[in-house]
């Protein structure tokens, strides 16, 4: 357990982190938006409400349905065709992390930090953790996995949360209080740990293997933070991720070893597949790598300090949104905007997901949009 004074260096890291960003977008103003005559197709097929999203909200897209939850701790399962709900709870407290999900259990960590696991909409156990959270637990192989800000792994029983392993590392002057990585490859728990990707045997709570992404640059200890921030592109055996305002990079999950990093500024994870990695710089400027070797294949600069969200890339499209709640389409091989589509006009909080041909926005005033490009 870390003391007091750690959680609050920890906890303030990732509000003057946060500061630093929102500072930096709106000090300079938003790009005005281009007039985009579509290239493609899209539409809303249906919306569904939430409580107001002011935590750091992940969407669990499994099977057929999407796992979202609110700030007021309500978790629902929304069918993917058609946004009918198959079931809602309320954990009874508001929530700092969530939501994981494997289509039958769900977990949430709430700001009291007790981690809430439900089965189809029941709640059936509370453990409360040492330390916050500010990610979404992973659940997978009927076990919950909960990385804490100080990079901590705790691993839970899915069916009664009995504890059944801690990873504990070294701990680092400062952690930052951002979304890290916690991800499934095979039989390998993906961590981040720091600027390290650590493949951990699921079963013990053991190091297999490590890979640093970046390599801290700075002055001082808060501009040399460089921690692993989600979400990470999973594609065949390659992982991919992005160190916080130092550098994006991919790993070889079989070898355990780095095949390419690139030093670019950014905060938000990125997207992608087996082709191209998509990500944002501190001023919004996208850019594209080769996956397999990191070479830069386009960037865009339409959507500068707009406070975009993480990407989604979906075969030839990109789709990312923006803090004024619009979603933009843009073509995969170019970086041109071919398409874009409005919510409720409050900034897109999450990191698009995608079930068949549906994809999924929610934004800070607890929209969620169901689009389809065509």
Known sequence: MIGKNFVAAALLVGLLAGCSVFSSSTATKPAVLEQVTPAIAGTVVWTARLDSVKFPLSIAA????????????????????????????????????????????????TTGNEVVALEEGQVIWRKTLPTPVVAAPLVAGERVFVLTVDRQVHAFDAKNGDKIWI???????????????????????????????????????????????????????????????GPIVRSGETLCARAFQSAVGCVNAERGSLMWTRNVGGTLGVGGDAKQIVGGDASDRLSAWSTPNGDVLWTAEQF???????????????????????????????????????????????????????????????????????
């Not at 874009?340 to 005033?365: E, K, Q």
């Open 62 to 109: 499994v099977r057929d349905q999407f796992v979202v939850a609110g700030g007021d701790g309500t978790v629902q399962s929304l069918q993917a065709s058609d946004g009918r709900a198959l079931w809602s709870a309320n954990v009874g407290q508001k929530l700092a992390a969530g939501v994981g999900s494997d289509g039958r259990f769900a977990a949430v960590v």
């Open 167 to 229: 990873l504990r590392r070294p701990g680092e002057p400062l952690t930052l209080a951002q979304p890290g990585v916690i991800a499934a490859y095979k039989d390998t728990l993906i961590v981040g740990q720091g600027t390290r990707m650590a493949g951990v045997d699921p079963l013990r709570g053991t190091i297999r293997w490590e890979a640093s992404v970046a390599s801290p640059r700075g002055t001082n200890e808060v501009e040399r933070l460089a921690d692993l921030v």
């Open 304 to 374: 500068l300090n707009r406070r975009l969200s993480s990407p989604l890339l979906l075969g030839a499209t990109v789709i990312v949104g923006d803090f004024e709640g619009y979603v933009h389409f843009l073509s995969a091989a170019t970086g041109k905007t071919q398409l874009r589509l409005s919510t409720d006009g409050s900034a897109v909080v999450a990191a698009p997901v995608v079930l068949g041909n549906t994809i999924l926005i929610a934004t800070r005033n607890g929209g969620l949009f169901a689009m389809r490009p065509e």
